[in-house]
Structures are given as C-alpha cells and as structure tokens.
C-alpha cells in the first residue's frame, strides 16, 4: 500500500518491483478500496472521475512497420508559475494579457511495435521544421536498431506547475527513463529498449 502511495503505481509495475505477481497485487489493492490509477489524478493521486479507457491494445508486427508523428501545441511556462500555480485571476489581468510568451511545439516520433520515442521541443510546426524533426527522429531510431520506417503516420493531436525552462530541461531525462526503464503493459511490463536488437 505504502509503494502505491508513494509511487502511484498499477500492479504491472509494483508486481515485479515486490517479486509478486501483477494480479495478487490486483486482489490486495481492491480489497483495500484502492481506486483504479484511471480513476486518479496523476499529480495528486487524488480521485477524480474515470476516463475512457482503450479496451483493445494493437501493435505492430516488427519496428518501422509504423510511425505516428504528432505536434502538440503547448503554451510557454512564464518564470514563476503560470495560472495552475497561481489561480486562474492571474491570467485575466491586463498586464498578464500583454506579456504573452507563446508556443512550444512538441514534436514526437513513435515506433508502433517497439514504443520508442524521439520528442523535441521546437520553435514551430512548419513544414521545414516537421521535415527536418522526421530526419533526426529517424537517424536517432537507426542508431537504436530500427534502421527502415515503413510509414509514417500523422495528425495533430503536459501541463505541469514549473517554469518553462524547467519542463524543456526535463523532457531528455524523461525520455530515457520512457525508454530504457518505463514499463508498459502492451510489452508484457518490459521498456521500449527491450523489444530492439542491441546494436
């Protein structure tokens, strides 16, 4: 209970931390009135109500076979906290309406079989820039073994309390933690790294 509370973790990732397995830690949790991680906001772990959820999970058959490339727009974090940080009254004021900082562009390569991903944060979603994103995306998953994209898939489909240097800052550190050690369900609790060939 205790590892939950502290990590607000779901049994795929508390079973193997505990040695047990995923569905004993299941049982404990929900005969303990233990919410659904769903059911929780990520920040607080305080109950909020339940989303959707994807009852069907699809990958594909090997890496490269395909890419979705999504750009997220996302307001800049002024110094200090925006209004998540200070109420919304901050962000009505005049002064606050004047000092607009604008957008980052949230670029992201993911492979479908593997779940590798290669964000960057950048200045626009242009067509140069998206070209020029898909090369580097593309080079830094060659280097980690999925040396042929197949297709490209793409639409346009995180909001957090820290300074937009904070958040731009943390985005490298996350992604190798995503990659090398985050575990998902869909790779039976294994990271992204673990379904490539080492190289």
Request: aromatic letters at 6%.
């Amino acid at each position: 209970m205790a590892k939950r509370r502290e990590e607000r973790r779901g049994q795929d990732w508390l079973g193997p931390e505990l040695g047990v397995p995923a569905r004993t830690v299941s049982r404990v949790l929900s005969r303990h009135g233990v919410p659904y991680l769903r059911e929780c906001d990520p920040l607080t772990g305080e109950v909020i109500r339940a989303s959707k959820t994807t009852a069907v999970r699809y990958e594909r058959d090997r890496p490269g076979e395909l890419v979705p490339m999504d750009v997220k727009k996302v307001g800049r974090i002024p110094d200090g906290g925006g209004w998540k940080a200070h109420g919304r009254k901050m962000g009505s004021t005049s002064a606050a309406k004047k000092a607009r900082i604008g957008y980052d562009y949230v670029h992201s390569l993911v492979d479908d079989h593997s779940r590798l991903a290669h964000p960057e944060i950048l200045p626009d979603e242009k067509g140069p820039t998206c070209g020029a994103f898909l090369r580097r995306a593309a080079a830094y998953f060659a280097d980690r073994g999925i040396t042929r994209i197949e297709r490209v898939t793409t639409d346009n489909p995180f909001s957090c309390r820290h300074s937009n240097d904070d958040r731009c800052a943390a985005l490298a550190p996350w992604l190798e933690h995503y990659n090398t050690e985050r575990r998902h369900t869909a790779l039976g609790s294994l990271p992204p790294v673990s379904r490539l060939s080492p190289t």
